[in-house]
Each structure stands twice: as structure tokens, then as C-alpha cells.
């Protein structure tokens, strides 16, 4: 069967070898492809640099241990694998970098998947970086972000994003890109896509970690920078109102990294100065 066009330029690392555009990896009885028993990553280069790829190796591991699969690839191969996919584009090329596991096979009790049937693949695939100067617009989902107790909310796994999905197709269908969205307290926990942040007052702001959400890479990463770049940076309970009434708001993410928002419901923003100074330090430190 010829696989679809219109895929990035892509390479696929399975089964121990490199292939060409997008490779089917599962069928019909493959347990992850109608029970979700899939972890992933997400890693970027852009510019000649892979900021972080260590860590995004070691957490797509993490991952999988919490959902009982077996992780047989070491972060050290993931690594090198990585940098062989990253050699097949040009230099210049923005790529993204994921690493995966899931369950091939089901256990005898179907819906618990066997372990020992855990398979891997490592995609690279063109994808450009949003442009730093273009802000996207949120509002208030009505939809929630689940907890630890009803799902695996501490691994970046696969079950997890359809509640994303319909957090964004609700937005879109009243004409705004991304979501705010909360937890089951109604306090903010993230946007569908990625981490958010705010500043009021000179002080940056962003949800605290409370089993919800992720709290991702370079979400700690933008974090440590700005704390070390003397900007006070505050992990705490905060609302939709509390957003509502910033005087910036922007996001941290493995796609697109630091990007800012410029709406918030009807109210406009522009990108500011501790947006600019997280930007700045963000790829200072990717390039250093």
C-alpha cells in the first residue's frame, strides 16, 4: 500500500533501519493503535543546535516505564539516533525530533497490554518554527484537565491529547487558536498545546505543578534562565481571571518553544519586555 503524500520530508528509524517517509508501524491488532498504550517525546533542531535533546530522551523512558512498558533503548542511543536522522536534512532545516514506545501486543486480559511486546521508533521530520513576532489568540476551554488518579498525567503519553484535540477544535469553532485550559478546580493548568506563563507588575507567573499537567522541559528550562537573568519568576495557583487581566501572556513548548500570545477572549495583547527577555535567553542558551 503506498503511504500517503503530503507529509513533510521525513525519516524513520525502526526496526533497525532508516526508511523514507512516513512508515506505517501498526495494523489493526496492534494494541496502541485501539488502546492507546503509546508514549512519546518531542525534541527540536533548529538552527544547528538540539537544545535539551538529552533530556527529552531520558523523560520519553521515564514515560514509558509509567506506563508499564518496557523502555529498551538506552537515552545514549537515542541520542546518536537522533543525530543520524538529523544528518539526512540540510543544515538549516527546523525538524522535529520524536521518540516512541508502545505495546504491540494485548495481555490476556486485553485491555492491559503485554509488556514484553513493547516496540520503538525515532521520527525526524521537517516542521518550521512559529514566528516569534506572530501571537495566537486563547480563551477559556470548557473542557479539564484530568488527574493523576484518572490518568497517566505524569508520563507524555499518547491517551492524553485527544482532550487536548476537542480543547482545541471548541476554540477554533469560535475563532481562536489555543486554549486555556484548567484543572478540575477550575484553576489554570496549562493551554491545550503547551506551558503558559504571564507577567504582571515586573513579576513572571505560572501555574504551579500540581499532578495535572506536565511540567515540561523547557518550561523548567525558561524558568532557571529567567530566575539566573534576575527576573522573578513566581510557581503558583493562578486563574482564567488572573490571565484576563496580565499585561503579558506567553507559552513554553517543545514545538515552538517560546512564542507569545496576542489575545486573550476579546482583549489584545503585545508581546512584552519579559517575553522578549525569555525569548532572548531561550536561544541564547540553545546556541551557547
Request: a neutral charge.
Amino acid at each position: 500500500m503506498a503511504v500517503a503524500q503530503g507529509w513533510s520530508k521525513t525519516w524513520t528509524f525502526l526496526d533497525g533501519d532508516w526508511h523514507e517517509g512516513n512508515v506505517p508501524i501498526m495494523g489493526p491488532r496492534t494494541h496502541a493503535a485501539w488502546l492507546c498504550s503509546m508514549v512519546f517525546d518531542g525534541a527540536r533542531a533548529f538552527e544547528g543546535v538540539t537544545p535539551d535533546l538529552e533530556l527529552h530522551c531520558a523523560r520519553v523512558n521515564d514515560s514509558a516505564t509509567k506506563l508499564f512498558l518496557k523502555p529498551t533503548v538506552s537515552v545514549e542511543t537515542w541520542v546518536r539516533l537522533a543525530r543520524e536522522g538529523i544528518a539526512r536534512f540540510d543544515k538549516d532545516a527546523a525538524l522535529y525530533i520524536r521518540p516512541m514506545y508502545w505495546a504491540e501486543k494485548e495481555g490476556p486480559w486485553v485491555q492491559a497490554h503485554d509488556p514484553d511486546s513493547t516496540r520503538s521508533c525515532l521520527a525526524v521530520y521537517e516542521a518550521p518554527m512559529r514566528k516569534p513576532t506572530t501571537g495566537f489568540s486563547v480563551t477559556l476551554s470548557p473542557y479539564r484537565r484530568p488527574t493523576q488518579e484518572t490518568m497517566p498525567v505524569d508520563a507524555k503519553a499518547g491517551c492524553l491529547y485527544p482532550n487536548n484535540a476537542r480543547a482545541l477544535f471548541e476554540a477554533h469553532a469560535r475563532g481562536f487558536d489555543n486554549a486555556i485550559v484548567c484543572d478540575m478546580l477550575g484553576n489554570v493548568a496549562e493551554l491545550a498545546t503547551s506551558n503558559i506563563f504571564m507577567a504582571k507588575d515586573g513579576v513572571v507567573f505560572t501555574p504551579v505543578p500540581n499532578g495535572t499537567f506536565l511540567a515540561g522541559i523547557t518550561r523548567q528550562r525558561v524558568i532557571g534562565l529567567l530566575r539566573a537573568g534576575g527576573v522573578t519568576v513566581v510557581e503558583r495557583v493562578l486563574t482564567y481571571q488572573d490571565f484576563q487581566k496580565a499585561d503579558e501572556i506567553f507559552s513554553s513548548g517543545n514545538y515552538s518553544k517560546v512564542v507569545p500570545i496576542g489575545r486573550i477572549g476579546d482583549r489584545s495583547l503585545q508581546p512584552g519586555p519579559l517575553y522578549t527577555k525569555a525569548r532572548s535567553l531561550y536561544w541564547e542558551f540553545a546556541h551557547s
